[in-house]
């Protein structure tokens, strides 16, 4: 059973920034196309960035701000938050995708999420 646990949230100010983990246990890490997630409360979970092989993919809004990078010998995904603007305020997920280019799908349950609350 795959299991996902994020953590690194916490309450930041503005241009401040944060670097999450998720933990990855139950399969072949490696194997994997990697991202992260977030999501605002009544809202849908949006797509911040990819990790797979190739090059990462980043959604516009954090390009030059986030960077996504993964541990394989210690089965971890990352993201580096950097000029965090209230903006970014949401609950951050990691998950295992399928897709390409900017058109990904997660293919695992959801774990519990870390917070990150960015204020002035």
């Known amino acids: 059973q795959v299991q996902l646990v994020e953590s690194g949230g916490g309450l930041v100010q503005a241009w401040g920034s944060l670097r999450l983990s998720c933990a990855v246990s139950?399969?072949?890490?490696?194997?994997?196309?990697l991202a992260w997630y977030r999501q605002l409360p009544g809202k849908a979970r949006d797509l911040v960035a990819t990790?797979?092989?190739?090059?990462?993919y980043y959604v516009d809004s954090v390009k030059g701000r986030f960077t996504i990078s993964r541990d394989n010998a210690k089965n971890t995904l990352y993201l580096q938050m950097n000029n965090l603007t209230p903006e970014d305020t949401a609950t951050y997920y990691c998950?295992?995708?399928?897709?390409?280019?900017?058109?990904?799908?997660?293919?695992?349950?959801w774990g519990q999420g870390t917070q990150v609350t960015v204020s002035w």
């Open positions: 990790q797979g092989r190739e090059q990462p």
């Open positions: 139950g399969l072949l890490f490696s194997d994997y196309v």
């Open positions: 998950n295992t995708v399928f897709g390409s280019d900017d058109t990904w799908w997660p293919l695992d349950s």
